[in-house]
């Protein structure tokens, strides 16, 4: 056993996010680990583009309020204690709701180091969108 010291926050690449997000890795997957975790939070408005993960991706909210939204429409609303798994190669996005932070712990396996497919931001009419279709 080893305590783990805390890597700093950093400000998340604008070509994967709208809006200012905040990373702070907890866990990168070293062998025989395939582990990634963040702790990872987002300023009223800000998301993630469209992603998918190789093995799946599980995000638990730890404050706030957030959506995430699959490509056929359903978006599920995120307040703390609230658990979502994306299954793998599922396209998605998460981020936080207009009026509010969010902050989530973000989970999932690499697979030889790859573990997320980036795609194009989500648009601000899907996201406007997904507000009125949110699982409540």
């Not at 990373?23 to 582990?35: E, K, W």
């Not at 969010?102 to 989970?107: P, W």
């Not at 999932?108 to 497919?117: K, L, P, V």
Request: hydrophobic share 40%.
């Amino acid at each position: 056993m080893k305590l783990v010291d805390l890597a700093p926050a950093a400000k998340a690449p604008a070509e994967r996010f709208t809006g200012d997000v905040y990373l702070t890795p907890l866990h990168a997957g070293g062998a025989p680990s395939r582990l990634v975790a963040a702790l990872v939070h987002f300023t009223p408005g800000a998301r993630t583009n469209w992603h998918s993960h190789v093995l799946g991706q599980t995000l638990w909210c730890t404050e706030g309020t957030g959506l995430v939204g699959t490509r056929d429409g359903t978006v599920i609303l995120m307040r703390p204690g609230v658990t979502v798994h994306t299954p793998p190669g599922e396209e998605h996005w998460h981020g936080a709701v207009p009026e509010s932070l969010m902050c989530h712990l973000a989970m999932g396996e690499h697979d030889n180091g790859q573990s997320a497919t980036w795609l194009e931001p989500v648009t601000d009419l899907d996201y406007a969108t997904a507000h009125t279709q949110a699982i409540r």
